[in-house]
């Protein structure tokens, strides 16, 4: 996923202007577009910042990184994905030592 | 000096050919199975075009080099380890599961303009008066009933008719799905394994062209949509 | 001996995948009309607008009107976590963890905590569309 290929021998690109359709919806690079929907509206939110005042005086600023970890639990028992595999592996190692026996 | 978080990892990695936005180094601060990519900055970083493509870079060059990453949200600072490693740990299993979700997987991105009316801000979430439909009937299931119905509401936001003439042909591929609905734009992103990013592509592109169906399609890139639980 | 052999060979089979996936896929989309183009480039500078701020959401209490404030501050947190309790029903009602017993329970107290928000958050004068809160990159809360 890397732009680099360091295992071919780099061909000179011919110079393409770049056009309005190449900024938005860019043909070799990742596109702006991706780039500011990837970076700025998805990805970990690990923290996030809100001043609270009153009378539009800002008195307090706060840091709600422990407000995001909270929205984020899951509990052990509904890792759908952990389950299935848990369950299967336990199967197959049943099967194994009935097999053995 | 403040700490600017990159992605996170599920081990630790040799990282010394990646640098960050600023040229820093990069580190690693493993917290219970989880290891956060660090650079140290002077300032947050602001969201230029030229930022935001060093960001993107960093992050894809750390992708190339582990199996599973999480991309943090661009501008994620924090004053010190110890803010950081509280934040962590809080979230430790959920960013586990995730970690083993998108492991070998990478996100294409697939935009169409839709003409259905648009959501607003809608990644599948109901409104704040989450009372459709009228009164339930049977009282002894109205608690079962409402949840049934905010579970349609999510489920008709998650749909995409205008995809379902290609679905048969990419369904294989498709591990995990999201839909974001914004600015007239339907955006759907799909996890699939890394290697067959070119095989999805093609059948993407030759399923959208036999059934007339207008398409953009992008990637392959780190699985930003698929970092959280919803 | 032949799990090692298996193990090696997991390994390079994943590193194989790993570089491969290096090479950038070139979309090549179909020619674009002005008017996809338009919206494209719309919904690329709203999300700059709306998500890249990077100085810190507000809430400022009107001084006017303090209860009025304070009551939609308080209420809108509760609303999140109701939220978050229903999302969280709702996995688990579909990944079928929860009993029926527990889903109808569950259901009905967060249907009776949605409806005593919006009646107190009427008594104040906050519309049910005002129960909510700008956290910048956490994005809205709802």
């Known amino acids: ?101 | 000096m403040i700490l600017c978080v990159y992605a996170l990892v599920g081990a630790p990695r040799p990282l010394q050919k990646v640098t960050g936005i600023a040229g820093e180094r990069l580190r690693g601060i493993r917290v219970d199975g989880v290891v956060a990519i660090v650079g140290e900055v002077r300032r947050r970083p602001a969201a230029s075009t030229r930022n935001l493509r060093r960001y993107a870079a960093v992050v894809e060059s750390i992708a190339a080099r582990v199996p599973a990453i999480l991309p943090v949200r661009f501008g994620t600072t924090f004053d010190d380890v110890a803010e950081l490693t509280l934040v962590l740990r809080s979230r430790g299993t959920a960013t586990r599961q995730r970690l083993r979700a998108v492991r070998l997987r990478a996100q294409m991105t697939i935009r169409l303009v839709g003409s259905d009316p648009d959501h607003g801000h809608s990644r599948g979430q109901t409104p704040v008066t989450g009372r459709s439909g009228g009164r339930p009937r049977n009282k002894a299931t109205q608690g079962t009933q409402y949840l049934q119905q905010q579970l349609a509401v999510l489920r008709t936001a998650r749909e995409v008719p205008q995809l379902a003439p290609i679905r048969p042909a990419i369904r294989r591929f498709v591990k995990d799905e999201r839909v974001e609905r914004r600015s007239g734009v339907i955006t759907v992103h799909h996890l699939i394994p890394r290697a067959k990013a070119e095989r999805y592509r093609a059948a993407v592109e030759r399923a959208a062209g036999e059934t007339g169906v207008r398409l953009f399609v992008s990637g392959p890139f780190a699985p930003y949509a698929f970092a959280d639980n919803w | 001996m032949a799990k090692r052999i298996r193990a090696n060979r997991a390994r390079k089979n994943t590193k194989r995948e790993m570089l491969r996936a290096k090479r950038r896929v070139v979309a090549r989309s179909p020619a674009l009309t002005v008017s996809e183009l338009a919206k494209l480039d719309d919904l690329r500078r709203e999300l700059e607008r709306t998500s890249g701020s990077s100085s810190p959401s507000r809430w400022n209490a009107d001084p006017d009107d303090v209860e009025r404030s304070v009551a939609q501050l308080v209420l809108t947190l509760v609303e999140f976590i109701r939220k978050l309790l229903e999302r969280q029903a709702i996995r688990r009602m579909e990944a079928g963890t929860l009993t029926d017993q527990q889903t109808e329970d569950i259901g009905r107290a967060l249907m009776k905590l949605e409806e005593t928000v919006v009646d107190i958050a009427a008594r104040f004068g906050v519309l049910p569309d005002d129960l909510n809160l700008d956290l910048g990159p956490i994005g809205k809360l709802m």
Do not use: C, Q, W
Request: hydrophobic share 40%; aromatic share 2%.
């Open chain 1, 1 to 101: 996923m890397s732009p680099n290929r360091p295992n071919r021998p780099s061909r000179p690109k011919p110079p393409r202007r770049r056009t309005r359709a190449d900024e938005i919806l860019g043909p070799e690079d990742a596109s702006l577009l991706d780039i500011v929907d990837n970076l700025l509206n998805k990805g970990v939110v690990l923290n996030g910042d809100l001043t609270i005042g009153i009378a539009h005086v800002e008195l307090i600023y706060a840091r709600l990184s422990l407000l995001l970890s909270a929205a984020d639990r899951v509990l052990p028992g509904e890792d759908a994905d952990f389950m299935k595999r848990h369950h299967a592996r336990h199967t197959l190692r049943k099967a194994r030592r009935r097999a053995r026996a």
